[in-house]
Each structure stands twice: as structure tokens, then as C-alpha cells.
């Protein structure tokens, strides 16, 4: 499974499990800490653990494993680490509070729409 189709794959996961305002930042011209962030929050801590969850079996399912998942106590932040790829699930309230797309604002914010589905 090349990168595209992992990247593919985590969105259309997260959007069937409704998870709300995915966000796809190419990010690799400005870190080596991974090419994209995916971020993506729940409306509440079971259901951000939920999302992550998901990815978790949906990429184990083709034989990829994270090389890292850290999570903050309560569930509201939770990484899945890819290598090239990191998946950041946060609760609603953290999200607005962390702001990590403010942070990495010089990163290039990708067109997912085609990947979501509409309601």
C-alpha cells in the first residue's frame, strides 16, 4: 500500500465514523517528523478514541502497524504514528485549544473532498 492509498484509506475511515473537520496538511517541505498530518476531531473523548481505534484496525487489516500510538489520559489527544504519515485525533475542546494547524500554518493545506462524503 503506497502512501496515497494509506492517506486515502485514514480519511475514508475517519469519515465513516463521522469524524468532524478532517484536515490533510503536507507537511514534509518543513519537518522530518512525517510528509503529512491528518487531523481530525470527535465530539467527545469516547468517540475521538473510537476514530483512532478505527484507523488502528482498518490499516492493521493490511498488515500496518504504527510505529507509535501515545495518548493523553483522558483520550482528547491521541497519536498514531505512521512513519510518514501522523494521524491526530483530538476531542473537540482540545482541538480549538492546541490550534495545530495555526502552528503548522506554512504547511500546505490538501483538497480531501473528493474523499468525504457529503450529508
Same mark, same amino acid.
Given at each position: 500500500?503506497?502512501?496515497? $492509498?494509506? #492517506?486515502?484509506?485514514? #480519511?475514508?475511515t475517519l469519515d465513516s465514523k463521522r469524524g468532524e473537520d478532517i484536515q490533510l496538511l503536507k507537511?514534509?517541505? %518543513?519537518?522530518?517528523?512525517?510528509?503529512? /498530518?491528518? &487531523?481530525?476531531?470527535?465530539?467527545?473523548?469516547?468517540?475521538? !478514541?473510537? %476514530?483512532?481505534? @478505527?484507523? $488502528? /484496525?482498518?490499516?492493521?487489516?493490511?498488515?500496518?502497524?504504527? @510505529? !507509535?500510538? @501515545?495518548?493523553?489520559?483522558?483520550?482528547?489527544?491521541?497519536?498514531?504514528?505512521?512513519?510518514?504519515?501522523?494521524?491526530?485525533? /483530538?476531542?473537540? $475542546?482540545?482541538?480549538s485549544f492546541y490550534k495545530l494547524e495555526g502552528v503548522w500554518a506554512d504547511g500546505e493545506q490538501?483538497?480531501?473532498?473528493?474523499? &468525504?462524503?457529503? @450529508?
Open positions: 500500500m503506497n502512501q496515497q $492509498e494509506k #492517506i486515502e484509506l485514514i #480519511i475514508k507537511i514534509g517541505d %518543513l519537518t522530518i517528523l512525517a510528509d503529512y /498530518f491528518v &487531523i481530525v476531531n470527535g465530539t467527545s473523548n469516547t468517540h475521538a !478514541r473510537t %476514530l483512532a481505534d @478505527e484507523v $488502528e /484496525f482498518q490499516l492493521s487489516q493490511r498488515k500496518i502497524e504504527p @510505529e !507509535r500510538r @501515545e495518548a493523553d489520559t483522558g483520550n482528547t489527544w491521541i497519536i498514531l504514528d505512521y512513519g510518514d504519515i501522523l494521524v491526530h485525533v /483530538f476531542y473537540k $475542546e482540545t482541538r490538501v483538497d480531501i473532498s473528493g474523499l &468525504i462524503t457529503k @450529508e
